[in-house]
Antibody, heavy 125, light 113 residues
Framework: EVQLLESGGGLVQPGGSLRLSCAAS????????MSWVRQAPGKGLEWVSA????????YYADSVKGRFTISRDNSKNTLYLQMNSLRAEDTAVYYC??????????????????WGRGTLVTVSS | QSVLTQPPSVSGAPGQRVTISCTGS?????????VHWYQQLPGTAPKLLIY???NRPSGVPDRFSGSKSGTSASLAITGLQAEDEADYYC?????????????FGGGTKLTVL
């Protein structure tokens, strides 16, 4: 079965750290870019970070640049998000998402064709 | 404030047709970047509904259709059903932002009356 399963969420104090994991199955993990997308309680979706299939290229939203690090272990079919210096505004459900990137001359087209169930991160004292 | 603008809510009776708009600018939709749509049923993860402006993934009913023109895009749902009640998000790519290149609309809550 094709699926993504996140883990690692929980309650952390402001300034603390947390590492999220996403286990992939049912597809050739190393062939696809992967992303993290978050959703604050009652709010919309916000793209957080992405990584290429090989892991050689990484991308971050301005809101997390310098604090979060995305990585992957293709031998374990697992995606990670290391979150440091956490703030209250980082409180959200974090989804991992299989990312399709279509590269054409005029533009790159990104979209997310498979999502995990999400893991809740709460930053509070 | 989202880069892509959607109406906060729309509603329709069973069997009716509704549309959800997604308005961008010359740095995203107007620059030629594709628009994609996601459906998020209550308490669940988002699901890809439309990709590449108008393409449906396998398993998505043909009651759902997408279109794009200029700096805007639209999602149309015909033959509205109770199970369509959900939040809908548009998504594209933006070339003007330094890091947050992937952008979402703020979401539209569809209520089936």
């Amino acid at each position: 079965e094709v699926q993504l399963l996140e883990s690692g969420g929980g309650l952390v104090q402001p300034g603390g750290s947390l590492r999220l994991s996403c286990a992939a199955s049912g597809f050739t993990f190393s062939s696809y870019a992967m992303s993290w997308v978050r959703q604050a309680p009652g709010k919309g979706l916000e793209w957080v970070s992405a990584i290429s299939g090989s892991g050689g290229s990484t991308y971050y939203a301005d809101s997390v640049k310098g604090r979060f690090t995305i990585s992957r272990d293709n031998s374990k079919n697992t995606l990670y998000l290391q979150m440091n210096s956490l703030r209250a505004e980082d409180t959200a459900v974090y989804y991992c998402a299989k990312t399709v990137i279509v590269v054409v001359i005029t533009a790159d087209h990104w979209y997310f064709d498979l999502w995990g169930r999400g893991t809740l991160v709460t930053v509070s004292s | 404030q989202s880069v892509l603008t959607q109406p906060p809510s729309v509603s329709g009776a069973p069997g009716q047709r509704v549309t959800i708009s997604c308005t961008g600018s010359s740095s995203n939709i107007g620059a030629g970047y594709d628009v994609h749509w996601y459906q998020q049923l209550p308490g669940t993860a988002p699901k890809l509904l439309i990709y590449g402006n108008s393409n449906r993934p396998s398993g998505v009913p043909d009651r759902f259709s997408g279109s794009k023109s200029g700096t805007s895009a639209s999602l149309a749902i015909t033959g509205l059903q109770a199970e369509d009640e959900a939040d809908y998000y548009c998504q594209s790519y933006d070339s003007s932002l330094s890091g947050s290149n992937v952008v979402f609309g703020g979401g539209t809550k569809l209520t089936v009356l």
